[in-house]
Nanobody, 127 residues
Framework: QVQLVESGGGLVQPGGSLRLSCAAS????????MGWFRQAPGKEREFVAA????????YYADSVKGRFTISRDNAENTVYLQMNNLKPDDTALYYC????????????????????WGQGTQVTVSS
């Protein structure tokens, strides 16, 4: 049974940092790409970042490039999202997801390429 459990969300002031974690189980973690998506109230779910199964390539939404870093530890079956210089617009429910996709990079930006999702962790950026 595939399980993805996010943690690390919370309330942070603008300019602050958070590190999200996603613990995976029930599948061969190292064989799958991992992604982070987010959804703010009243908005559609949007791509944040993705990392290929061998950690060799990472991809980011333009809105977070230079501030967020995705990484993975295949020995610990965990994917991380380090978020720095947080802004109020980053407020959302953050989800991790797993994908068997191994094609061109733009596929990893698409939610339909992901087959399992976690329940999400809330990030609120406010003063």
């Amino acid at each position: 049974q595939v399980q993805l459990v996010e943690s690390g969300g919370g309330l942070v002031q603008p300019g602050g940092s958070l590190r999200l974690s996603c613990a995976a189980s029930g599948f061969t973690f190292s064989s799958y790409a991992m992604g982070w998506f987010r959804q703010a109230p009243g908005k559609e779910r949007e791509f944040v970042a993705a990392i290929r199964r061998n950690s060799g390539s990472t991809y980011y939404a333009d809105s977070v490039k230079g501030r967020f870093t995705i990484s993975r530890d295949n020995a610990e079956n965990t994917v991380y999202l380090q978020m720095n210089n947080l802004k109020p617009d980053d407020t959302a429910l953050y989800y991790c997801a797993t994908s068997p996709y191994d094609g061109p990079y733009y596929g990893l930006r698409t939610a339909r390429q992901y087959d399992y999702w976690g329940q999400g962790t809330q990030v609120t950026v406010s003063s």
